[in-house]
Structure formats: C-alpha cells, structure tokens
C-alpha cells in the first residue's frame, strides 16, 4: 500500500527543503541544527545558555539575579521555576483560569454573532490577553489598550531595515513602546498590589525584592510568550479545521483529550516558535548517532524547530502530513515535539495555550453556518522566527 506522504503546511517557507544535514556549520562561531536528537542535547545540557529572543533587553535592563526567568540559569532559574509554576499548573488552568477562558470565549461568539463576521486573529488576541493579564497581573489598565500595546512588541515591522538611522529609529520606538507599556499597564499594577497583593506573577515578584524595571521586562517576556504562542495557533488550527471537514468531525467528536491531541499535531507541524537559541557556554561535544560534532566556547546554536518537528527520527514517515493518529517514535515525547521548546526552559505557558485553544475553537464551530470567508495572509515574524497569520474572516451568515 503507498502511503499518501503529502505536505499539509499552510505555513513553511521551504517547502521541498527535506533533505538538510542534522547539523550544519553556517560560520566558525553559528551552527544550525535541525536534528531531534541534536536538539535535545543542546536544550537540555547545563553547558548551554540562552540566547536570542529578547536576551539583549534582559542583560541590558535587569541584574543576572533579578534577569527573567526565561534568561536565568542553573540554581536560580530552577528556584524561579518552582516558584512561578503554580500559576501554570494544570491543576491552576483547570481551575481557576477554566471559566475565564470559556467566558471570554462565549463572549467572543456573541460579538461573532451580532454582525456575522469577524476578524480570526484579533478574536484570538482578545482571548489571550485577557488570560495572561490575569496570570501576570497587568489588570489595571483597559483590556483594549492592553493588547494593542503588547501587539507592538511583536509586530515590529521596521526590523529588516538598515543602517545607522534605522537602527537609531528603531531603537527609539522600542524604548517608547516599552515606557508606554510600563506607564500604561505595569506600573498601575505595581502600585495596587503593592497595597494589596494577589495571587499573579507581578505579585510574587515584588514579594521576590524585584525592581520595578526587572518587573518590566519579565511582564514583556511573559506577556509576549503568551500572547504570539496563542494567537497564532488558533489562527493556524481553525485554518486546518476549516479545510478538512473529517478533521473538524474529529475534533467536534472527540472529547478535551482528543482534541488536544489534534492541536498538539498541528502544532508539530506549524510550530508558532520557528528557532531557539542557545550559545555555548564552554566548548562542548554533541553526539549525532554515534557522529560527533565539537562545538568551541561562544558559538550560538540556532535549533530549527520545524525541521526537528519533521525528523523522521520522531515524527516517523510522511512527517509533513497532519495526522493525529501519528505514532511519536520516542514516548518521552511530547506530541507537538519541539514546539513548546524542551529541558528546564520548556514553556510554562504550553498547557495554558493549549486549554485557550481548545476552548475557542469547540466554541467557534459549534456556531451553525460558520465558515472560513477569508484565508489570512502570511508574513514572517522575525522576532520568533515564523509566521504571522492575519486577515482571516469568518462569518456565520
């Protein structure tokens, strides 16, 4: 029997590119990676730091003690893990988080509803951050606001030019946008839970001894982790559901934990993360199935979460079609691999993302009539390394 290896990505920009070596030397000091095997080492080694994703406004804005926990190592990063992943325990979404993100949603359709149509992304956007604000804290300030201001750290669309005006130009909007968003939403919550505190991160950080300028940065980390990661799935997932009815029948007729796994297998294939880095904190030996590869102090290790995702050596065959029926060659796997990041800097958020997601989506094709009126664009976001999807309408006229 041929097996029907055909490509479902909505989102790649190198369809074809199958054939790429696991590890390949870009320059002296950058390598690229796009081995399963190879990726895990590095994520998951003590002898790698992070790097890339906001890792210059961390060391430029915060002390290594009070650094984001996305950017902290070692000892401290762990402490910091433990204490914040009460706030992304699954038991904590289940909960307390559960009735917010299906409220939110309801009120989304009923907005869907009133002229028929509406914009995919920005529903999105709404529901996400509505949900980390209440995980974060910045819940004083309009939820509209809000979101257009978090929106500006992720949709800088001035990054491919340059030169030193650009540069200096982009460094501007970058500092205006930050003061903004600290004047406008961090610093209001600061104030009031300092007189009060609650049960959110903003809390546990002023608790912690932070400064008001390391809160800051890790409400930028936070907040645009959480946001991009949602929005963008939504949007990715209800493109393949609306396209393939025995998907969405599936996903419809299956209960949470079927439907998790159906975003978990979307979510492999059109990673919303597209590369992690890490830099080499000392010279280091990796192992590609019996090959090694030696990598000298200070290199940067770019991981290419799309390729890993499609290693045969985890996704097993045809590993550019959706199937959530796939098989995951190794059990300490996640379905969606890669996607969520590995090691101690997985993403705490996964579980959020995923609830949000299922939430939505169950609640947006029970809607009689509706229907995909507009496929969105697709930009790439060179923040994340991926994609932006945009523009989508749909209607239940």
Request: with cysteine; glycine share 6%; charged share 25%.
């Amino acid at each position: 029997m041929e097996l029907d290896c055909r490509d479902d990505r909505k989102t790649s920009f190198h369809n074809g590119a199958y054939d790429q070596p696991a590890f390949e030397r870009i320059s002296r000091k950058v390598v690229r990676i796009r081995g399963i095997n190879l990726a895990r080492q590095v994520l998951r080694s003590a002898g790698f730091r992070q790097a890339g994703f906001m890792a210059e406004l961390a060391s430029r804005f915060t002390r290594s003690s009070g650094a984001p926990v996305l950017f902290q190592e070692g000892e401290a990063h762990r402490k910091q893990r433990s204490a914040t992943a009460p706030f992304f325990a699954p038991k904590m979404v289940a909960t307390r988080y559960r009735q917010l993100i299906a409220e939110k949603s309801a009120r989304l359709m009923n907005d869907l509803r009133s002229p028929g149509h509406a914009d995919l992304d920005t529903m999105g956007m709404e529901l996400s951050v509505a949900v980390t604000a209440e995980i974060v804290g910045p819940t004083d300030s309009s939820q509209s606001g809000l979101s257009n201001r978090l929106n500006s750290f992720l949709a800088d669309k001035d990054r491919e030019s340059v030169g030193t005006l650009a540069n200096s130009v982009r460094m501007a909007l970058a500092f205006y946008r930050m003061l903004r968003f600290f004047f406008c939403d961090v610093m209001p919550a600061i104030r009031s839970r300092r007189a009060l505190g609650r049960d959110d991160i903003i809390s546990h950080l002023i608790d912690q001894g932070y400064s008001t300028r390391e809160i800051l940065t890790e409400c930028i980390t936070y907040g645009g982790a959480g946001v991009a990661t949602t929005r963008e799935l939504i949007v990715v997932a209800a493109w393949h559901l609306f396209d393939s009815p025995d998907l969405r029948k599936r996903f419809l007729d299956s209960d949470e934990t079927g439907r998790i796994v159906v975003l978990e297998e979307v979510l492999r294939l059109e990673p919303v993360v597209g590369a992690l880095y890490r830099r080499a904190e000392q010279d280091m030996v990796l192992n590609d199935s019996g090959r090694t590869e030696g990598v000298t102090a200070g290199t940067l290790l770019a991981i290419d979460i799309r390729a890993v995702n499609a290693d045969p050596a985890a996704a097993g065959v045809c590993p550019h079609r959706l199937d959530p029926d796939r098989q995951i060659q190794d059990h300490r796997l996640p379905r969606s691999l890669m996607s969520f990041g590995d090691g101690p800097h997985r993403c705490p958020g996964a579980a959020v993302a995923l609830q949000e997601s299922v939430i939505f989506l169950e609640q947006l094709f029970r809607i009689p009539g509706i229907r995909l009126a507009r496929t969105p664009t697709i930009a790439s976001n060179l923040v994340v390394e991926s994609y932006e999807l945009r523009g989508a309408i749909v209607t239940c006229i």
